[in-house]
């Protein structure tokens, strides 16, 4: 089982920024693909930004040029620089990774949630 702590959500004006952090726990044997989705109220969740174990990259159209994803494997650690932040990125932000485990299976894990609101 693995578990994934999220932090840095909070409040911010517009033109702000904050840094999301999701580190995860438990029994790792090797992870892949990290990301972090979003959903704002009454909105589908969707995928905001990932990084592979190789370090490509993945952003949203709505998010690219202004948030960067990162990771710190020695830590099992995804990151989320959040600059330039709107009103419309208010949203609960979820960390998500592809945990592989020894004998080859994939799993999806989610964090639990940490809510961004960008308001003046």
């Known amino acids: 089982q693995v578990h994934l702590v999220e932090s840095g959500g909070g409040s911010v004006q517009p033109g702000g920024s904050l840094r999301l952090s999701c580190a995860a726990s438990g029994s790792i044997f090797r992870i892949n693909t990290m990301g972090w989705y979003r959903q704002a109220p009454g909105k589908q969740r969707e995928l905001a930004a990932s990084?592979?174990?190789?370090?490509?990259?993945y952003y949203a159209e709505a998010v690219k040029g202004r948030f960067t994803i990162s990771r710190d494997n020695a830590k099992n650690t995804v990151y989320l620089q959040s600059n330039s932040l709107k009103p419309e990125d208010t949203a609960v932000y979820y960390c998500t990774l592809v945990h592989r485990d020894y004998s080859g299976v994939e799993v999806l894990y989610w964090g639990q949630g940490t809510q961004v609101t960008v308001s003046s």
């Open positions: 990084i592979t174990g190789g370090g490509d990259t």
